[in-house]
């Protein structure tokens, strides 16, 4: 579903913020993606889904590439950043009826999906109101109804769970399992390790803009913890 084949990106002035990187999140992956703040997690992502040009290397999702097929590629993911920037003049219904026209989606499915998600995540009786007025929560929930509108093949969070209460973070734990079951793929970064471990199948470790450890979840950890293994790689000098 997604492939990274050795990605690389220097910003201006020469910093290397991610290096030869190689990633495959097959159909069903809910696949972690781990790493200090300024590993390249989110410069990764953001190639990914499209907002981002490189330097070497390609991105591939559902086998096309995002260089030369990016409406394609568009069309099948959705993304949402670690602090979602709505449109603050519209109201809740407007801007989803807004994101589910973009993508296509027919009028009864449109419909039916708000319903369900906005029940889900209980903000149906705000639906009505400026999203100007929404707290962060109320933000990232719509963020989240607006990526999930689609039923996208891909999905690419970045700290999805920052903000969310207890419920709404259960529920979209829920929602990204049952979407892999599906046949969808997932593709996350978070810093809350205990949540990847027991929520991912496959993670990958990113240090400095590298690759340190990737691979299934079982594999990678052995009899140890995430955190301890993510302490153990990136602390560890070369």
Do not use: W
Request: charged content about 25%; hydrophobic content about 40%.
């Amino acid at each position: 579903m997604l492939e990274i084949k050795n990605f690389s990106k220097t910003y201006k002035g020469g910093k290397r913020a991610v290096s030869h990187l190689n990633l495959n999140v097959e159909a069903g992956d809910i696949y972690g993606f781990i790493g200090h703040n300024g590993a390249g997690k989110t410069t990764t992502l953001k190639a990914v889904v499209g907002i981002m040009g490189f330097d070497e290397g390609d991105i591939l999702i559902d086998g096309k590439s995002i260089k030369k097929h990016p409406i394609f590629c568009k069309s099948v993911t959705a993304y949402i950043p670690d602090n979602p920037d709505l449109y603050e003049h519209l109201s809740g219904i407007e801007y989803l009826n807004f994101i589910a026209d973009v993508y296509g989606v027919p009028a009864k499915e449109k419909e039916a999906r708000i319903a369900k998600y906005a029940d889900l995540f209980e903000i149906t009786g705000s639906l009505g109101s400026l999203i100007g007025s929404y707290s962060h929560g109320m933000k990232q929930k719509a963020a989240l109804i607006g990526a999930l509108i689609h039923e996208p093949k891909l999905l690419v969070l970045d700290e999805p769970f920052v903000g969310l209460d207890p419920k709404a973070a259960l529920d979209l734990k829920n929602i990204m399992r049952e979407l892999c079951q599906k046949g969808s793929a997932i593709f996350f970064s978070t810093h809350v390790l205990e949540v990847a471990e027991k929520l991912c199948n496959k993670v990958a470790i990113i240090k400095n803009g590298e690759l340190v450890a990737n691979g299934d979840i079982k594999e990678v950890l052995g009899n140890e913890s995430l955190e301890s293994v993510f302490m153990e790689v990136t602390e560890h000098e070369k």
